[in-house]
């Protein structure tokens, strides 16, 4: 996932194209305000993060921002809290070197010392707080080919800055986007099926790593800016992004689980929502209407369709059930690059994003809130939750545009789980797997698979 923000004209962002070139940018810093994001520096995922730089602008008030798993700054009354801190996914190229990056979520020394006072005097604004991490793990396996980021945290790749030039995959590519995204599959319903009343976040991230890694592959969010884990975990009013700690899941929790592997020089990104024990009827309307209105935009993309046309159809979906969408983040490109072109808003928009064409691949991934959709983030520079404490949800597949619609890559499978949600959606009966009729082939065999067998 990543951040938006509206873009310039094409003679502004030719402009920074060219600058870019010139300067050496330090920091990164999510801009807030009661309706636009206003103003940016920009530096790594550290601060911002992400795997693409653009040009937004807003309120005639331009702005750079470079995001993917978290922002930096806050809002015009709280400090880190922000209504539209609008970003996007874009770090800038690492200069080389093979020093480790620090990881920013849990700093040594001073550094840490001052982390530990602001986690202890945040205002939190749910149940959830920050528990302890264990320490960052590394993939010392030969055999797994890595990111460019994995060692010093700074990926090297970047992608057009036109935000409406989006990369064709060839067959091969895609072949090897398949693999990438039946690996995160797996490894997303192994992860699925620990959640559990008592198990911990940084349980499950220990099960994904090691089922990541037992498949060679990657687990991409790892020390992706510097990220200290395997996966995200999101639960209850965190929007996105949560790191996996010590803390215990509670009946009635509500948990998302993050899921991007890196295989033979390929990413497949999912996530999908979770209960924990018995979850009241509002946190199953939540559910429902996440899942809906994602099924919607999905069931929208073909070739020839405009990208900006998905972020309408999810608002329309949830508005009138009395819910909202968070602007903070949107859905990416993806590919050899983990957040590319195009930027995917889940709200209405008449952003340049492109249009639609076979070949595409990308994620759709909503994050809708029961209460507002203000964006609260942690001193841990990750977490991401909502200003009220009210929960959220979200759900994500890596999309492949074909010839006749999507498929889904990161699609389920016939050992995956039916979820309640897809037994009683009133926009698609059972498993989701696309639109092309390759795709409604396979999701009759899931589908009777999984009636066979529930």
């Known amino acids: 996932m990543r951040f938006h923000q509206p873009y310039l004209n094409l003679i502004l962002i030719i402009n920074f194209s060219l600058t870019f070139q010139k300067h050496k940018l330090t920091e990164a810093f999510a801009p807030s305000s009661t309706q636009h994001a206003k103003a940016t520096n920009y530096d790594q995922f550290s601060q911002s993060s ?44 690492g200069t080389g070197g093979g020093k480790k990056k620090a990881n920013r979520a849990s700093p040594k020394g001073f550094a840490g ?58 067959p091969a590519q895609i072949e090897k986007m398949r693999a990438a995204g039946r690996v995160a599959r797996e490894v997303l319903d192994i992860a699925g099926r620990a959640v559990k009343v008592g198990v911990t976040t940084d349980e499950i991230d220990n099960l994904v790593h090691a089922e990541t890694i037992k498949r060679g592959a990657y687990p991409s969010p790892l020390n992706y800016h510097g990220f200290p884990k395997s996966c995200c975990t999101s639960v209850n009013e965190v929007i996105c992004h949560g790191i996996p700690d010590d803390r215990k899941l509670q009946d009635g929790d509500i948990i998302n689980i993050d899921i991007t592997c890196y295989l033979d020089g390929f990413h497949g990104d999912c996530s999908e929502m979770f209960t924990v024990g018995t979850v009241n009827d509002e946190a199953k309307r939540l559910l429902q209407t996440t899942y809906d209105c994602w099924v919607k935009s999905m069931n929208h993309v073909k070739p020839g369709n405009n990208y900006k046309e998905i972020g309408g159809i999810i608002e329309d979906h ?89 498929e ?47």
């Open 113 to 170: 010392a001052l982390r530990e006072l602001q986690m202890s005097t945040f205002p939190y604004a749910g149940d959830i707080k920050p528990g302890k991490q264990s320490p960052q793990k590394t993939v010392m396996e030969k055999s797994v080919v890595k990111p460019d980021y994995s060692e010093d945290g700074i990926p090297k790749s970047m992608s057009n800055v036109l935000p409406w030039i989006i990369e064709v995959k060839t």
């Open 50 to 93: 992400s795997d693409d730089a653009f040009m937004m602008s807003n309120n005639k008030k331009y702005s750079l921002v470079i995001n993917r798993f978290g922002s930096r700054n806050g809002g015009d009354k709280i400090d880190n809290v922000s209504s539209t801190q609008l970003c996007m996914n874009k770090k800038k190229k």
């Open 318 to 406: 949830i508005v009138e059930r009395g819910f909202t969408t968070v602007r903070n983040f949107c859905g990416h490109g993806i590919g050899s690059v983990f957040h590319t072109n195009p930027n995917i808003y889940h709200y209405k928009n008449d952003e340049p994003t492109g249009v639609m064409a076979e070949g595409h691949t990308f994620t759709i991934e909503p994050m809708i809130c029961e209460g507002t959709a203000q964006v609260l983030n942690w001193p841990d520079k990750w977490t991401a939750t909502t200003t009220d404490g009210k929960r959220t949800a979200q759900f994500e597949h890596t999309l492949l545009v074909t010839p006749d619609g999507v």
């Open 408 to 454: 889904a890559l990161t699609g389920k499978l016939e050992t995956s789980p039916l979820q309640f949600w897809e037994r009683e959606s009133t926009v698609h009966d059972g498993v989701w797997l696309g639109t092309s009729e390759s795709a409604k082939t396979r999701a009759i065999e899931v589908n009777n698979h999984v009636s066979a067998t529930s």
